[in-house]
C-alpha cells in the first residue's frame, strides 16, 4: 500500500481545488465533473525534478491506466520540478513520444497544464492562458475511448477551446490569479 504524505495531501487537495472551482466551476472542461463525482481520477504527485524520473512516473502510469478499469484518468502533479514552462514542454514533447513509442497512441492521450502556461503566438499575460494554468505542473493521461464517447453526446465539441478562451477573457487575469493562490 502506498501512503501518502501530508505534503501530497496537502499537494492533492489544492488540485481537487483548482478542478471544482475552475475546471468544472467554469466548464472548461464539461466531463470532468462526472469523473470527480464517480471518484475515478487518480492524483500522483511527484517530488521528482529530473526527465528521466518523470518519464518512468509516465511510463508507470500508463500500465496502472491499462491494469485498472477503476481509473478513468490520471493526474501527474510535479509538487518541485517542471516550474519552467520551457523545460515542461520539453517533458511534455518526450511524454508524447512515449506514448506513441509505447503502442498508446490511440488509447490515451496527454492534456497539458501548468502555472505559467501561455499559448503559442499569445501575450503571456493575455487570461485565455488560463484554461490551461494550474497550480502545479501536471501531466494530465486521459482514456481516448472514453474522451472520444463523451464527444459523441456533447453539443458542438469543437466549440469548447473558442468557448472557454472567450469566458477567461471576460472573468480576467485577476480572477485566475485569485484562484491561483492555492498552493
Avoid at 526527465?51 to 484518468?73: F, G, P, R
Avoid at 520551457?86 to 506513441?100: G, H, K, M, P, S
Avoid at 469566458?167 to 493562490?181: C, D, I, M, P, T
Amino acid at each position: 500500500m502506498i501512503t501518502i504524505t501530508d505534503h501530497q495531501k496537502q499537494i492533492i487537495t489544492s488540485v481537487k481545488k483548482w478542478i471544482n472551482d475552475v475546471v468544472i466551476g467554469l466548464n472548461f472542461c464539461p466531463f470532468a465533473k462526472k469523473e470527480v463525482s464517480r471518484d475515478t481520477i487518480r492524483y500522483y504527485v511527484s517530488d521528482d525534478i529530473n526527465e528521466k524520473s518523470a518519464l518512468d512516473i509516465v511510463i508507470n502510469e500508463l500500465a496502472n491506466l491499462d491494469n485498472s478499469d477503476k481509473i478513468q484518468t490520471t493526474l501527474i502533479i510535479f509538487s518541485k520540478g517542471f516550474s519552467d514552462f520551457e523545460t515542461y514542454l520539453d517533458l511534455v514533447d518526450r511524454a508524447n513520444q512515449l506514448i506513441e513509442q509505447g503502442g498508446y497512441s490511440g488509447l490515451y492521450q496527454l492534456a497539458t497544464f501548468h502555472p505559467e502556461y501561455y499559448f503559442d503566438g499569445e501575450d503571456v499575460n493575455d487570461a485565455a492562458n488560463y484554461t490551461n494554468r494550474s497550480p502545479y505542473p501536471i501531466l494530465h493521461l486521459l482514456r481516448e475511448a472514453s474522451l472520444e464517447q463523451v464527444l459523441k453526446n456533447y453539443p458542438n465539441p469543437e466549440n469548447i477551446p473558442d468557448d472557454n478562451i472567450t469566458k477567461a477573457r471576460e472573468l480576467g487575469v485577476n480572477y485566475f490569479k485569485k484562484q491561483l493562490q492555492i498552493k
